[in-house]
Every structure is written in C-alpha cells, then in structure tokens.
C-alpha cells in the first residue's frame, strides 16, 4: 500500500478579500506618517522635536535662525521676552488685521477701540457716525478744536455771571473779573430818568464793564453781564 505524501495547504477564502485590503491600506497609512515626521533632515515632513511639547518651565520659540522650534526657559517673571518685539509684515487676528503692514492703521472691532487702563477712558465707535469718549471723558486741549461742520451742545459754559455795583451820585461802573468780557448790561436808577447805559469802550475799565448814568444825583445800580468769551466790543469784529 502506497503512503500518501501529505503538504502544506493554503487555503484563501476570497470572501474576506476587502477585510485584507483595509487591513493593508492601514498598515500602509501608519508606515507614511512615520517616514513623514522622521525625515525632516532631507527636507520633507517635520524634525521630530518641532511636535513634541515642551517640559514644564519651558516654552516654544524660533530658534535663531527663524527655521525651526527650541525649547527655552521660562524666565522668572513669566514674559516671554524682554527684548523688543519685531514684526515684519501685517498683525492679524481671527477677526481681522490689527496693524497693517508698513506701520498703517490700527484696526479694532465691534464696538471697541483704544482704551487707557490706567485712567480709564478712551476712543471708540458704536455707529458709521460718531468718534466717542469712552466712559464720557472730557476732552481737553492747549490748542484749538476746530469743526467743519455744526458744533451741537447740550450745555455750552461760558463762566457767565451777573455783577452789579451800587452808588449814590448817579453814575456807576459794573466791572467784570479778569478774563472776562462784557456781553450785556443795564441800569436801575430808582424812578429817575436813564441818562446812559452803555458798554465802558473806553476809560479805566477798557472793555470789561458797564457803565450807567442817571439824570441828577441819585442812587444807581448798575449790572453787568460778563463771561469767558473773546472781546466782543472789539472795532475790528
């Protein structure tokens, strides 16, 4: 009786064919991404040491060259750097630019602007319209504000006050403090006719008074409306 010789059988049950394929394109995939992240060197993919974190303490910077990561010392009072910080090009944000390049504009968004946190106020905008001081700061200037258009106000303080001088001969000046002009004036003479009521244009008081004369001697009163305003008496205006 003849032995039967016995082998080594493969069996492959094509059935399973797509499990092998996905289980080859996997394999295939992992082996990439490692090829990728190693051959930095020969200027593919990335060094290894630009995705692996930091120790505690320190933290990612370029290195001198501008071509690569380091890892440095945190210093001690937790800034990054206390050299100058040099940007060539724009500054940008996830909300837009906010230094143009070249050193142009400043850009802010929404409803901000510039802001003091030292004292408090700055510039904004809320509307296409209207420049505004935040927290309702006053706005102070040793020059000129000039407008090209209407200047409107809820209140304009011109320092007005009224000061009044009495007298008994008939005649009294209303003099205005230093600084201050003359606007307006009158006259109380006590039942007896008005002479005169008039701005002092000329004599010891120049622009700054008003001047009354009653007819006869008698008691007077004169007031004399005076405010923070420029010569209004003046030939020339």
Same mark, same amino acid.
């Given at each position: 009786m003849k032995k039967e010789k016995r082998g080594l059988h493969?069996?492959?049950?094509?059935?399973?064919?797509?499990? &092998?394929?996905?289980?080859?394109?996997?394999?295939?995939?992992?082996?990439?991404?490692?090829? &990728?992240?190693?051959?930095?060197?020969?200027?593919?993919?990335?060094?290894?040491?630009?995705?692996?974190?930091?120790?505690?303490?320190?933290?990612?910077?370029?290195?001198?060259?501008?071509n690569g990561w380091d890892c440095v010392n945190m210093p001690s009072g937790g800034s990054i750097s206390t050299d100058p910080l040099y940007v060539e090009g724009a500054i940008t944000a996830p909300e837009g630019?906010? =230094?143009?390049?070249?050193?142009?504009?400043?850009?802010?968004?929404?409803?901000?602007?510039?802001?003091?946190?030292t004292y408090g106020g700055g510039w904004y905008m809320t509307d296409a319209n209207w420049l505004r001081a935040y927290n309702d700061k006053g706005i102070y200037t040793a020059g000129n504000v000039q407008a090209g258009g209407t200047v409107t106000a809820g209140k304009l303080?011109?320092?007005?006050?009224?000061?009044? =001088?009495?007298?008994?001969?008939?005649?009294?000046?209303?003099?205005?403090?230093?600084?201050?002009?003359?606007?307006?004036?009158?006259?109380?003479?006590?039942?007896?006719?008005?002479?005169?009521?008039?701005?002092?244009?000329?004599?010891? &008081?120049?622009?700054?008074?008003?001047?009354?004369?009653?007819?006869?001697s008698s008691n007077v009163r004169t007031y004399a409306i005076c405010a923070s305003v420029n010569n209004i008496w003046s030939s020339s205006s």
């Open positions: 493969i069996t492959i049950n094509l059935t399973n064919r797509w499990l &092998y394929t996905l289980i080859t394109i996997g394999i295939l995939a992992i082996v990439g991404v490692g090829v &990728y992240a190693y051959t930095g060197a020969s200027g593919v993919g990335h060094d290894l040491s630009e995705i692996e974190p930091c120790t505690a303490g320190k933290i990612l910077q370029t290195n001198t060259g501008g630019t906010l =230094r143009d390049d070249g050193g142009g504009w400043l850009r802010t968004y929404g409803n901000t602007g510039w802001y003091s946190e303080d011109f320092g007005v006050e009224i000061i009044h =001088r009495y007298e008994t001969d008939g005649a009294a000046w209303a003099v205005c403090p230093a600084g201050k002009s003359v606007l307006g004036g009158g006259c109380n003479c006590f039942g007896r006719q008005i002479e005169m009521s008039i701005p002092n244009q000329e004599g010891m &008081y120049g622009h700054n008074a008003w001047y009354c004369d009653c007819y006869g």
